[in-house]
Every structure is written in C-alpha cells, then in structure tokens.
C-alpha cells in the first residue's frame, strides 16, 4: 500500500498563491496517475485536477481551470499543486489520491491511496 504525505497548505489573502506537495512511499508512483480532492466540513469531496502515470493525460476542474497546475516529479515520487490567483472559495482541506487508472479519471471511488489531507485557507 502506497503511502501519500501532502504539505504546503497555509493561510493566504485571496489573490495569492500556493504550491502543496504529496510525496510517496511504499509502491511504484510512477505507475499511478495521481489526483488532488479538496472537502470543506459538511460538503462531499469534490475533484480538483488529476494527472496520468504517463504525463499525456490531465483533467481539471472547470472551478480551478486557468489558476491550478497539477505536476509530477516521478524521480522524486512527488505530485505538486500550484494554484494561483487563489479565492475564498477554494479554502478546504486538501486530498492527493492514486489511482491505477491509466486516465486522468475524476471518480473518486477508483482512488484507492490517500493522504491525510492538508488545510488551504484563503481570506478575502
């Protein structure tokens, strides 16, 4: 079982930027297409971006699309969330996920590796 470990969360005005990273351990990352989920208390996670194991493939959220860049570092066994132009709405607790899909797949239900997840807080 892989293990996900994000960092880089944090409090930021509205407007500002952050870059969260997840790193693995325990399986072959590069053979998994990676996603980022985000859940605020009392809503359902939703998806954010993912990325395929084999870098031809990404999917973003029409919410986030144009301000989040989702990247990979296959030697470093990091997945990486730049997000800019940040707003409140997308304060949440963030969640990278792995998946053996081969495509960029949005179901949540075909992630079977989580982290622990991250706090982004945006003030406006």
């Known amino acids: 079982q892989v293990q996900l470990t994000e960092s880089g969360g944090g409090l930021v005005q509205a407007g500002g930027s952050l870059r969260l990273s997840c790193v693995a351990s325990?399986?072959?990352?590069?053979?998994?297409?990676s996603g980022w989920f985000r859940q605020v208390p009392g809503k359902e996670r939703e998806f954010v971006v993912a990325?395929?194991?084999?870098?031809?493939?990404?999917n973003y959220a029409n919410s986030v699309r144009g301000r989040f860049t989702i990247s990979r570092d296959n030697a470093k066994n990091t997945v990486y969330l730049q997000m800019n132009s940040l707003k409140p709405e997308d304060t949440a607790v963030y969640y990278c996920?792995?998946?053996?899909?081969?495509?960029?797949?949005?179901?949540?239900?075909?992630?079977?590796?989580w982290g622990q997840g991250t706090q982004v807080t945006v003030s406006s």
């Open positions: 990325i395929s194991w084999s870098f031809d493939n990404t």
């Open positions: 325990g399986g072959a990352f590069s053979r998994y297409t």
């Open positions: 996920a792995l998946t053996v899909s081969t495509l960029a797949t949005v179901n949540e239900r075909l992630y079977n590796s």
